[in-house]
Every structure is written in structure tokens, then in C-alpha cells.
């Protein structure tokens, strides 16, 4: 049983798919989160407060090949590269699936760099290894829809004790010293060690 061919298809605005020819042979998927560090004044380390998660990547490198046909690669290339022109109508690149067996990845192809290895006598490049990067394409009404988010329930009053910090009032109330920018928010407070 052959193995399935790896696809790029462009899904906005639609267009033709992009077979490729050699598969990878690997792909890395990373996805990292973003923490603000604040020092609160007797912790012995900083306190985290999420702030936003991270696209998520996928990055692998392409062979692109055309020794056999005795063609420039770069035509090849281009097939790719056409992922990264702005469209006219949409003033973005486009919006791709890439597809391969049970990996299904909605993205944009952010980085390409081409290295090219295999020459004609002539000059003329026939085989290439392309570094690849897409970034995850996240749909804002989708995500809007599927993700439940809930904000801090500000509707509590609390007489701050002597030796009290912010954090230890939101752990107090919340189980949660992080949620300690509400309630200073809340409050009015711009610096959380004056209170």
C-alpha cells in the first residue's frame, strides 16, 4: 500500500491543492503560552498571570525534486511559494489545509527558505530542500463560540488585614493567587505592593 501523499489546499479563498511529491520525512508541532511575571514583596518567586496563548506551528522541511524531468525546481518552488503572495481581495495570504494521513492542519505558510543542492551541468537548480513554517489559523468567531471562558466574580467585599497582599486575598476567595489583577483592577489599585 502506497503511502498518502502529503497536501496543501487553500480553503479561503479556495483554490487548487499542492501535492507534494516527496513527504517529509518528519514534522514538528509546537505550541507555547505566554505568562506575565510579577514579584510580590515576600513570595520567594515571582507571581504568573496568564496572558495569552501562542499560535500553534508546524514546521518541516520539503525535498523538491526535478532531476528526473530535467526541469528548473524553482518551478516547483513556486507552486509553494504562491501561498505567501497577499490575494488581491482578501489582502492576506491565503488560508491553507495542510493534510496529511490523520494529521489535518488549518494555517498560513509563514517562513519558506529554500536551500538548493542539486544542479544541470548548465546551473540550472533541479533539487531543493525547503524549510517550511505554517501557523495555526485560528477563526475568531469559532473560537469565540467554542471556548467557555468565565471572568473572576468581582462581587465580593473584604476589609484588607495588616500583612495581606492581593494575591493571598485572591487565594483566599478564588483558590487562585493568580486572579490577584481583578480584584486590583476592580479597586482601582495601580500598584498591587500599596494596598
Avoid at 79 to 96: G, N, Q, V, W, Y
Wanted: charged letters at 20%; aromatic letters at 10%; a negative charge.
Amino acid at each position: 500500500m502506497a503511502l498518502e501523499k502529503a497536501r496543501l489546499t487553500p480553503i479561503h479563498p479556495p483554490g487548487d491543492p499542492v501535492i507534494v511529491l516527496i513527504n517529509p520525512g518528519e514534522y514538528t508541532l509546537a505550541k507555547d503560552m505566554n505568562y506575565a511575571q510579577t514579584g510580590i514583596p515576600g513570595l520567594r518567586g515571582p507571581v504568573l498571570q496568564f496572558v495569552s496563548g501562542n499560535l500553534q506551528t508546524l514546521e518541516m522541511e520539503l525535498l523538491v525534486d526535478t532531476y528526473e524531468q530535467g526541469s528548473d525546481v524553482r518551478e516547483e518552488i513556486a507552486k509553494l511559494f504562491r501561498f505567501m503572495e497577499i490575494d488581491s481581495d482578501t489582502h492576506a495570504p491565503p488560508i491553507l489545509e495542510f493534510a496529511w494521513g490523520t494529521l489535518t492542519f488549518t494555517c498560513v505558510l509563514a517562513r519558506m527558505t529554500q536551500r538548493f543542492i542539486m544542479f544541470l551541468p548548465s546551473g540550472v537548480p533541479v533539487r531543493a530542500r525547503l524549510n517550511v513554517t505554517f501557523n495555526e489559523y485560528l477563526d475568531p468567531e469559532r473560537e469565540a463560540k467554542e471556548t467557555n471562558r468565565q471572568t473572576a466574580d468581582y462581587s465580593k467585599v473584604h476589609q484588607v488585614l495588616q500583612g495581606q497582599t492581593l494575591s493571598s486575598i485572591a487565594y483566599q476567595f478564588y483558590e487562585n493567587p493568580a486572579l490577584w489583577r481583578p480584584i486590583a483592577i476592580a479597586n482601582g489599585i495601580d500598584d498591587p505592593r500599596q494596598i
